[in-house]
C-alpha cells in the first residue's frame, strides 16, 4: 500500500509518490529542465516577465486568428494567471482584431461552486467576473465576440461540455497549482475503491466537467494567492473542465511564473511528462499522454530545491 499524505492523510497527492521520484525531481537544476522536452512535450523558457506574459497573451491571439464562420473555435483559458488577461484586449484593440467577424470563441476553465451551484459575477473571487473585468469588457464593443461565445463552467455542464464538440478548441491554457493541478482537476479523496490506491489514469481521465470537492491543499493555496490569506472566503467547491475536455483541444499550454506552484512542484511535473511517468495523485502528469503539450517557464521564476532558511 502507497504512503498515506502528509498534509491530508484522507487524500490522495504528490507526497504518496515514490520516495526515488522525489529525489530525482530535487536534483533537476533549470539547465537539467531545459532537456526534458520530448515528441508532444516541449519546455519553453523565459528570461523576463514581460515576454512572459506577452508570449502567453499572444497565444489568445494565435487562437482567434485560426478561427472563422466556417471553423469557429478559440482558446480555454485560466484565472491564474491572470496577468496575461490585460495584455489580450489591449493587443485585439490595438490590431483591430475583430473577433466578432471570426466567430472566435472563449472558454472559462472552471468557477467556484457554492450551495451546490456556480457563484454569480457578483461574488469577489468569481472567474467569469475576473475574465470580464480584465479582458473581455475591455475589447472595442465593435471588435469584441457575442456573449454567446463566452462559455463558462455554470448553470447546465453537460451543456458546457457540449461546446468542445460544436466549436473547436485550438488550445488550452493553464497554470498549475500546488496539488498539480490544471483547472480544479485535484487528486481524489482516498477512501472507498481509491482507499489503497489512487484511480488509474484511464479512470481519471474518463472524468468530464464536473462539480468536485477541493483538496485542502487547493483551497489553503487560492486563500494566499487571491483572498490575502482569509481562508473562509474561499469555498471548498468548484465547476471544472475535465481531461475528457481538456482531450479535444489541440495543444495544452502550461504558464508557470514561480508564483504559484514552487520550484519542487514545477520541476516535478516536467519530469514526470517527459518521462512519461502517469500518476492520478499528480494530475498534471497525466498530461503525459496527451499528443502536445507544452511547458512555459519564466526562468528566474523556477529557483532551486536547495535548502535555504528563512
Known sequence: ???????????WDYTTIDDELVKDTAKLT?????????????????????????????????????????????????I??????PLVARIVNATGLNLKKLDAHFWGMDEWVQDGKAVGV?????FAKCDKELCFDR?????????????????????????????HCFLMQGGQGDTKHWAFNDPLPRKGKYAKEP?????YCKLSTRIVN??????????RTSGGGNIALVPTQAATVGPVETWKAD????????????AFGMRLTTLMLSKKIADAAVPMSLLSNHPNVQFNFFRPGLGSCAVEMH
Open 199 to 203: 484511480p488509474t489514469p484511464e479512470e
Open 122 to 126: 457578483n461574488h469577489p473571487l468569481s
Open 251 to 262: 495543444k495544452v499550454s502550461i504558464w508557470q511564473a514561480g508564483c504559484h506552484d514552487n
Open 30 to 78: 533549470v539547465k537539467d529542465m531545459e532537456q526534458l522536452s520530448r515528441p508532444g512535450f516541449k519546455v519553453v523558457m523565459y528570461d523576463t516577465i514581460e515576454e512572459f506574459y506577452l508570449a502567453e497573451a499572444l497565444e489568445y491571439i494565435e487562437a482567434w486568428k485560426k478561427s472563422s464562420p466556417d471553423n469557429p473555435g478559440g482558446i480555454c483559458g485560466p
Open 214 to 223: 477541493l483538496h485542502p491543499i487547493t483551497v489553503m493555496q487560492n486563500a
Open 1 to 11: 500500500m502507497r504512503k498515506y499524505s502528509v498534509v491530508a492523510p484522507e487524500w
Open 139 to 167: 475589447i472595442d464593443a465593435k471588435l469584441r465576440m457575442p456573449a454567446k461565445n463566452l462559455h463558462f463552467p455554470t448553470g447546465d455542464l453537460k451543456a458546457y461540455s457540449k461546446t468542445y464538440d460544436q466549436f
Open 80 to 85: 491564474g494567471p491572470t496577468e496575461q488577461l
